[in-house]
């Protein structure tokens, strides 16, 4: 990939649910190593954007991801690609162990180093390795959580997409949460791009940021100057 390309460009990209439209051309980047966060109240498009962006709505305009179009590419490609979608509500396997989950999100892999991997999410999310026996839908909402990120890593991806990951979790574990999400990005580069409403955790590990109002772009900047915008701080960071 050429140093001069995103990893991910989207550009005046529409879509939505039937004869309802949704997001109405909005253009935004990922650049290798980063972390972007898109804020929006309920119903601006976050989710939408990050549906269309995986394959899993119809969407027009254009997604590239490294130089390559993936509109209209199927959910289970992009995957392939090198993109991870973890979508709001968690989407655990409730039936399932942890480590069968863990092992599911390894599906495409052909490598030797998948055992390792598992342990390695195991020492990331310590919780994850007391319960690798347990039946997700017996774990509580922060350690489903985390078990949803986890296995997305599972894949080795490129990009990871975060649909509201701190929807319904207890302040302490959202807290914690962000935490561990900044520390790999830190520490390995992994890419991020973060749909929240949890705009003061969000902005904390990023390093830009989008507001969506009504399906379009309102605001753009870097994370530090998002936080301090008054508008942005009126009505997503309650201050």
Same mark, same amino acid.
């Given at each position: 990939?050429?140093?001069?390309?995103?990893?991910?460009?989207?550009?005046?990209?529409?879509?939505?649910?039937?004869?309802?439209?949704?997001? &109405? +051309?909005?253009?935004?980047?990922? =650049?290798?190593?980063?972390?972007?966060?898109?804020?929006?109240?309920?119903?601006? %498009?976050?989710?939408?954007?990050?549906?269309?962006?995986?394959?899993?709505?119809?969407?027009?305009?254009?997604?590239?991801? =490294?130089?390559?179009?993936?509109?209209?590419?199927?959910?289970?490609?992009?995957?392939?690609?090198?993109?991870? &979608?973890?979508?709001?509500?968690? %989407?655990?396997?409730? #039936?399932?162990?942890?480590?069968?989950?863990?092992?599911?999100?390894?599906?495409?892999?052909?490598?030797?180093?998948?055992?390792?991997?598992? #342990? !390695?999410?195991?020492?990331?999310?310590?919780?994850?390795?007391?319960?690798?026996?347990?039946?997700?839908?017996?774990?509580?909402?922060?350690?489903?959580?985390?078990?949803?990120?986890?296995?997305? $890593?599972?894949?080795?991806?490129?990009?990871?997409?975060?649909? =509201?990951?701190?929807? +319904?979790?207890?302040?302490?574990? *959202?807290?914690? $949460?962000? !935490?561990?999400?900044?520390?790999?990005?830190?520490?390995?580069?992994?890419?991020?791009?973060?749909?929240?409403?949890?705009? +003061?955790?969000?902005?904390?590990?990023? *390093?830009?940021?989008?507001?969506? =109002?009504?399906? *379009?772009?309102?605001?753009?900047?870097?994370?530090?100057?998002?936080?301090?915008?008054?508008?942005?701080?009126?009505?997503?960071?309650?201050?």
């Amino acid at each position: 990939m050429s140093a001069d390309v995103p990893l991910l460009r989207v550009a005046e990209l529409s879509a939505g649910y039937g004869p309802v439209q949704v997001l &109405h +051309g909005i253009d935004f980047t990922v =650049e290798p190593g980063e972390v972007v966060v898109i804020l929006g109240a309920n119903g601006a %498009g976050k989710t939408t954007t990050l549906r269309a962006v995986s394959g899993m709505i119809p969407a027009r305009g254009t997604v590239e991801f =490294e130089g390559r179009s993936l509109l209209g590419t199927r959910p289970e490609k992009v995957a392939r690609a090198g993109i991870a &979608h973890v979508p709001q509500g968690r %989407g655990t396997l409730a #039936e399932l162990t942890v480590e069968e989950n863990l092992r599911l999100g390894a599906f495409a892999r052909r490598d030797a180093q998948v055992a390792s991997d598992v #342990e !390695r999410w195991y020492e990331v999310f310590p919780r994850l390795g007391e319960r690798r026996d347990q039946q997700a839908g017996s774990m509580s909402g922060g350690e489903q959580q985390m078990l949803a990120i986890a296995r997305a $890593l599972m894949s080795r991806p490129k990009l990871v997409l975060l649909d =509201e990951p701190s929807l +319904g979790l207890a302040p302490i574990v *959202t807290q914690e $949460l962000f !935490r561990v999400l900044g520390e790999l990005n830190r520490e390995t580069g992994l890419s991020m791009l973060v749909v929240e409403q949890n705009a +003061g955790l969000a902005l904390g590990i990023a *390093t830009r940021g989008y507001v969506l =109002e009504a399906g *379009t772009i309102a605001v753009t900047g870097s994370a530090a100057d998002l936080a301090t915008n008054d508008d942005v701080r009126k009505a997503y960071l309650g201050i």
